[in-house]
């Protein structure tokens, strides 16, 4: 039986070495169908979107220990469907937000500096910290407190952004990475955060109910990302500090460029958008956001976000009478409101 041991092991070892070159044979091959893959994306992805329309955004303080650059919400562009509103914020004690309801569409938090503790009538609570983001699906109802994590400046990105009618009265659903649980993509001078859909191959586990795309992209003098979005989408870009320019591109329109706190929006036509840093400029940090938009009629009333104005009455009357998604805000109250309660007497 010896040779038969033998010509086994000899016959295993064999089909070992065969085994190992297929698979690296394999691995070549598909490392070579992405790159031409890869090269094929680029080519198809040919029609970069021009800048209809750009933003300054000014400080505008909000009470004490309040202040917002709004981009998106403002007189100008009310919205920019699916998107809300798109803000800027600073906030420091003694401001915050209370106690309040929501319905009908979903938050985005993304922290710059600092924090956010929020307490919702689930029980659902903790705090947003530099770099954290929080995607909230309102959906039929969510009752919540957003307070400065700490003392000093707070700062962060706020977005909303509305759900279609089907998906108004979902139940409410958190979503939230921490800031090291980010993907993040780096190529050729450029980092991206996927804070939500892809970016160079990388993918976010954030689903947002309403499909949406947010990248934090972060350019070294004479980078450039071309970012692909869907045909169809809302898309545009927020300058967190440096400066940009978008839509240089050859036969394209003069290139646009903008400095920190500005927005730009993207037109409708083309598959992708491109963002780049000068050479010899400072660099520039840049929230690039796309969404697929509804379509569908709007009616807004304060935190309440919906179809028809019916709607929007039949919201408050739930919110009053504690129903139909808001029975937990039956005698409850955040911690910091009970906080508050307590400073006050």
């Not at 992805?45 to 303080?61: A, I, L, N």
Request: proline share 5%; aromatic share 6%.
């Amino acid at each position: 039986m010896a040779p038969l041991t033998l010509s086994s092991s000899v016959s295993s070892h064999h089909r070992s070495s065969a085994d190992e070159l297929a698979a690296e044979l394999t691995k070549a091959a598909n490392e070579a169908i992405a790159v031409q893959a890869e090269r094929h994306h680029d080519d198809v992805m040919s029609k970069p979107r021009e800048v209809v329309r750009t933003f300054k955004c000014q400080r505008k303080q909000v009470g004490e220990g309040l202040a917002v650059w709004r981009s998106i919400g403002r007189v100008e562009l009310p919205d920019l469907d699916p998107f809300l509103s798109f803000d800027e914020i600073e906030i420091s004690p003694p401001a915050g937000f209370l106690d309040h309801p929501h319905r009908g569409f979903e938050t985005v938090t993304y922290m710059l500096e600092g924090g956010v503790s929020y307490h919702d009538f689930s029980g659902h609570k903790g705090t947003i910290s530099a770099g954290d983001v929080q995607w909230m699906t309102a959906g039929r109802g969510v009752v919540h407190a957003e307070m400065p994590g700490g003392e000093g400046v707070q700062r962060g990105i706020s977005i909303w952004i509305n759900l279609a009618s089907k998906d108004k009265m979902v139940e409410p659903r958190y979503q939230e990475t921490a800031s090291a649980d980010i993907p993040v993509a780096d190529k050729d001078g450029v980092s991206v955060k996927v804070l939500a859909g892809d970016c160079l191959g990388t993918r976010s586990a954030l689903r947002p109910r309403t499909p949406a795309m947010c990248l934090d992209v972060t350019l070294q003098p004479g980078a450039r990302l071309r970012q692909p979005v869907p045909r169809g989408w809302s898309a545009c870009a927020y300058v967190i500090a440096g400066e940009a320019v978008f839509d240089d591109f050859e036969g394209g329109a003069a290139k646009t460029a903008t400095g920190s706190r500005a927005l730009a929006v993207f037109g409708a036509d083309g598959d992708c958008v491109d963002v780049l840093a000068e050479e010899g400029g400072p660099g520039a940090r840049v929230l690039v956001v796309a969404a697929r938009p509804h379509c569908e009629a709007v009616v807004r009333d304060g935190p309440f976000v919906m179809n028809t104005r019916e709607e929007v009455e039949q919201a408050r009357e739930d919110y009053r009478h504690r129903r139909n998604g808001f029975e937990m805000a039956d005698g409850w109250a955040s911690d910091h409101a009970n906080t508050a309660a307590d400073f006050a007497h």
